[in-house]
């Protein structure tokens, strides 16, 4: 119990920095907006933020568990398709993210494979150290008052059990995370 409460106040500590230097960057606007939200928000809650091939999350908080992993199978095309809100309207979602093949909750560590899709185009920026993913596409669609982004990623490689951080920028760089413990698996 006191390793697990030294690895939360580690944690914590942890968030606070990144929060103060992250804060030190950022628009006075932002500093003072509201992020965009998975279902969490101020004003406007859900619980069908995620959704992998089919089967939908709520990811409302800034940490969820999924009881089971969602098995991405090789070879095969999957989905993953994010519920995204912001206060100022669907078009202000700038950059939404995936970071996977990570274990452990600290937040400073996404873990080493990503996938990064700016709404201004057609371009999605893969980080793939190890060769887990094929072909990844991303597109999104409005549907007012939110903006769904749906990743089609084909895994080719194995990868354990792994935390998913997903994430969302506006355009005042207003920024929310959520974090999926045990949350998917390449097999």
């Known amino acids: 119990m006191n390793n697990r409460f030294m ?3 580690s944690f914590i500590v942890v968030l606070l920095l990144i929060t103060a230097v992250g804060g030190q960057s950022m628009s006075a606007y932002a500093a003072y907006s509201n992020p965009p939200s998975f279902g ?3 004003s406007l809650k859900y619980s069908d933020g995620l959704v992998i091939n089919g089967n939908t999350f709520d990811i409302s908080k800034f940490s969820q568990k999924l009881a089971t992993p969602q098995i991405l199978t090789l070879g095969k095309s999957s ?6 809100f912001d206060n100022a309207g669907p078009t202000t979602i700038r950059v939404v993210g995936l970071y ?11 873990g080493d494979t990503s996938i990064s899709y700016p709404m201004n185009g057609n371009a999605v920026f893969l980080s793939d150290p190890h060769k887990l993913l094929g072909t990844v596409t991303a597109e999104y669609k409005i549907v007012k008052p939110f903006v769904y982004v749906t ?3 084909t895994p080719i490689s194995k990868m354990d059990t792994s935390n998913l951080i997903v994430s969302a920028l506006d355009d005042h760089r207003a920024l929310t995370n959520s974090l999926i413990i ?4 390449f097999s």
């Open 151 to 153: 990743f089609h990623i």
């Open 7 to 9: 690895s939360l106040a």
């Open 100 to 110: 996977m093949n990570m274990q452990g909750t600290n937040l400073a560590n996404k």
């Open 79 to 84: 989905s993953i398709t994010l519920k995204i």
């Open 40 to 42: 969490g928000g101020k």
């Open 182 to 185: 045990n949350a998917i698996n």
